[in-house]
C-alpha cells in the first residue's frame, strides 16, 4: 500500500473515498495526525497530514519517527512525501514539481534513526528492524541512492503525462526552520549545489530507509528562495499555491496509486542487509 505524507497545505486528497480514520500508537509517540485509509478504482493508500490536521506542529517539533512508524503499521511499503519549498535554482519557476533525487541536511535537534543501539527503546514485534532495535545494535544505513528510483520513474512517467513542468534529480536542502532562510544561507546553499529549500525533508526520507521502506519526495516550488525572489517571503504564499496545486496533486496521486504494483525492482528493501553492527 502507497503511504502519502501531505505538508503544508495539503490536509487531503482530491478524488479518493474515505474508509477508515486510525489512531496509531508507536514506540516513538503520537504522529502528527490520525492515518486515513481511502481507495482509489480498487486500490487503498493511506495518507497521514505531516504538520496535522489544523497545521499545528512546526516543523522542527514534527514527530517523524512516529508517522514513519505509524505508516508502517498499518501496512504501508511505499511512501510519497508532499511538500511545499523555495527554489534555488533560478530555472525552477513557481508552481513546478522537482522530483527530488538528493539531500542536504542543515537542521539541528531532530530525532533522525530508530536505531539508537544501548539507549534506544523497546519495540513489538518480530523482524530485521525489531531484531535490530530490541539486540541494541548500532546500525549505519547506506545513503547513496536514499530515494526510490521505481517511484521516481513513475513520477516522472506521470509527470510528463501529463503535461505538468518539472525538473527531476533535483537536491533539497533541508534547514531546521519555523523561520526562512537568509539571503547569505541561501547563497551558501547553491554553491553546495542545492535546487530547492525546504523544513521538512529530513530525517523522513532516512527514517523510512531505516525500516527498508521505498520513500520518495515530490516538491512544489511555492516561491524563489531568500534573495533570489526580491521581495519579503510569507507562509501565505506557501499555503496559496499548495491550494492551487491540489488538484493537480490529486491526480497525480491517483496515477501513481494505479501504476506502483506490489512487484518491487527498486533495492529499498535490502537496505538493512550489512547495516548493522
Avoid at 34 to 43: K, L, S, V
Amino acid at each position: 500500500m502507497l503511504g502519502v505524507i501531505g505538508g503544508s497545505g495539503l490536509y487531503k486528497i482530491e478524488g479518493f473515498k474515505k474508509i477508515d480514520e486510525l489512531e496509531i500508537e508507536t514506540p516513538f509517540g503520537e504522529p502528527s495526525s490520525p492515518i486515513i485509509i481511502a481507495e482509489y478504482e480498487g486500490r487503498n493508500l493511506a495518507f497521514l497530514s505531516r504538520h496535522g490536521t489544523d497545521h499545528s506542529i512546526p516543523p522542527h517539533l514534527v514527530n517523524y519517527r512516529a508517522n514513519i512508524w505509524a505508516l508502517r503499521e498499518v501496512g504501508v511499503k511505499r511512501i510519497l512525501g508532499i511538500g511545499a519549498v523555495g527554489s534555488i535554482n533560478e530555472k525552477i519557476k513557481p508552481g513546478d514539481y522537482i522530483i527530488i533525487t538528493d539531500f542536504l541536511d542543515f537542521t539541528k535537534s531532530r530525532k533522525s534513526t530508530f536505531y539508537e543501539g544501548r539507549f534506544g527503546k523497546k519495540v513489538k514485534g518480530k523482524g530485521k528492524v525489531e531484531d535490530l532495535i530490541n539486540s541494541k545494535r548500532v546500525v549505519h544505513v547506506d545513503m547513496t541512492d536514499p530515494y526510490c528510483s521505481e517511484i521516481r520513474a513513475i513520477l516522472k512517467a506521470v509527470l510528463s503525462e501529463k503535461g505538468y513542468p518539472f525538473k527531476e534529480n533535483g537536491v533539497y536542502v533541508c534547514t531546521e526552520g519555523p523561520r526562512f532562510e537568509t539571503p547569505a544561507e541561501i547563497r551558501v546553499f547553491k554553491k553546495l549545489g542545492g535546487d530547492v529549500v525546504g523544513m521538512t525533508g529530513y530525517p523522513e526520507v532516512v527514517l523510512a530507509r531505516e525500516l527498508a521502506l521505498c520513500y520518495a519526495s515530490l516538491c512544489i516550488s511555492a516561491n524563489p528562495a531568500a534573495g533570489i525572489a526580491g521581495y519579503k517571503l510569507t507562509s501565505e504564499e506557501v499555503i496559496n499555491m499548495m491550494k492551487a496545486k491540489t488538484t493537480e496533486i490529486g491526480e497525480i496521486i491517483k496515477a501513481l496509486t494505479i501504476k506502483i504494483t506490489d512487484k518491487h525492482s527498486c533495492d529499498c528493501g535490502k537496505t538493512l542487509e550489512g547495516a548493522g553492527i
